[in-house]
């Protein structure tokens, strides 16, 4: 299938590389369709891209959690996550959206709402975790330079 995106061009995409959010996304639920794009050839890129199928110019930058808080452990409610199917550690993907603003030192990720996917099922949500202590704009500018000099 072939995907048209704002910064990849036209990109052929298998099938089994779109993963469905029933519900869509917080503040966007008329986008369904995703898949993850990389800026580059290796699948292990720090950050990568969750680019909408349907929506050329959406594409959100996003990061694995433990990249930027180590100990990043979400509460969610069981019931918001029955639609993925069956989640264990082989099949769970967590990503954090990313705000990356002109000023860099600016960055944040939103550890409250994070993206949800099983990956066997093809199938995602974004929830609101129940942890007050996580900050939609969570600032990872230094936690990011510090990782890349370790």
């Given at each position: ?9 036209e990109?052929?995409l ?10 869509g ?40 959690p ?85």
């Amino acid at each position: 299938m072939l995907v048209k995106t704002k910064y990849f061009g036209e990109v052929d995409l298998p099938e089994e590389k779109i993963v469905t959010f029933d519900r869509g996304l917080i503040g966007l639920n008329q986008y369904k369709r995703f898949t993850i794009l990389y800026d580059s050839d290796k699948e292990e890129a720090n950050i990568s891209w969750f680019q909408s199928v349907d929506e050329p110019a959406l594409a959100i930058p996003v990061i694995k959690p433990w990249l930027v808080k180590e100990d990043y452990n979400p509460v969610v409610e069981d019931e918001l996550l029955s639609d993925l199917g069956d989640l264990t550690e082989e099949n769970l993907v967590v990503l954090l959206t990313m705000t990356v603003p002109q000023e860099l030192e600016n960055m944040s990720v939103n550890l409250k709402a994070p993206l949800i996917i099983n990956s066997d099922t093809r199938k995602g949500v974004q929830v609101a975790v129940e942890n007050k202590d996580y900050e939609v704009k969570y600032k990872v500018y230094d936690v990011l330079n510090k990782k890349r000099e370790a």
